[in-house]
């Protein structure tokens, strides 16, 4: 086997890896995604209906996503890769159910597509999401839920700073059936201790 790694299967650098606000233009680029990476969504994802794989279901998607956001509910993003000289929608990550009053907190969720799994992009795409969270949007706590079994995402997790604090039965309507999902956080202070220099918006321009 030879010992020189093609481009695409090379890991990327963190520059090379932005989050952008999702948008309507967005829609045809997400509609394949989400049919070429069927499979693999549906099991980490509730039931969809067909309209969801279409251009047209994934446009009612970034519309309902972006009027939560400006209603202060969440932050619909979308994973963007730079390579040789272009970039592209690689994915989606979404900081969504934020509560504040005394909990000031979010819900974190992400994924990307198969052919680019694996080389550190869903990595640096949370890495990049937390001076948001943390900075531009004020929260206290992130969490993230993964179902129980799914080592790579918790892997992400931890690399990124996240703590488990426990397993939850029966937590989320998953693939078709309520699964187990192992709860993972992050707060400011640990954040903060770990990030050096000032928070920014973590956000790239389109």
Do not use: K
Not at 17 to 32: G, I
Not at 40 to 50: H, M, Q, W, Y
Not at 143 to 162: H, P, Y
């Amino acid at each position: 086997m030879s010992s020189m790694t093609s481009t695409a299967q090379r890991p990327v650098a963190a520059a090379q890896v932005s989050l952008r606000l999702l948008a309507l233009e967005d829609a045809p680029v997400l509609a394949r995604l989400e049919h070429e990476n069927r499979e693999e969504l549906l099991v980490g994802a509730p039931l969809r209906e067909e309209e969801w794989f279409t251009a047209a279901g994934q446009r009612s998607m970034i519309e309902q996503s972006l009027a939560d956001g400006e209603e202060g509910r969440g932050v619909p993003l979308a994973i963007w890769l730079a390579q040789d000289g272009a970039e592209r929608l690689v994915g989606r990550l979404s900081l969504s159910g934020i509560v504040r009053g005394a909990a000031q907190s979010a819900s974190l969720g992400y994924w990307v597509g198969r052919e680019v799994a694996g080389r550190g992009i869903a990595t640096h795409a949370v890495r990049a999401s937390l001076p948001l969270a943390f900075g531009a949007l004020g929260l206290h706590r992130l969490q993230a839920e993964v179902q129980d079994g799914n080592a790579a995402s918790e892997r992400i997790l931890t690399r990124c700073g996240f703590q488990e604090i426990g397993l939850a039965p029966a937590y989320l309507h998953l693939g078709g059936r309520w699964v187990d999902c192992r709860l993972f956080q992050l707060v400011d202070a640990g954040w903060r201790e770990g990030t050096p220099g000032p928070a920014a918006a973590g956000l790239s321009p389109r």
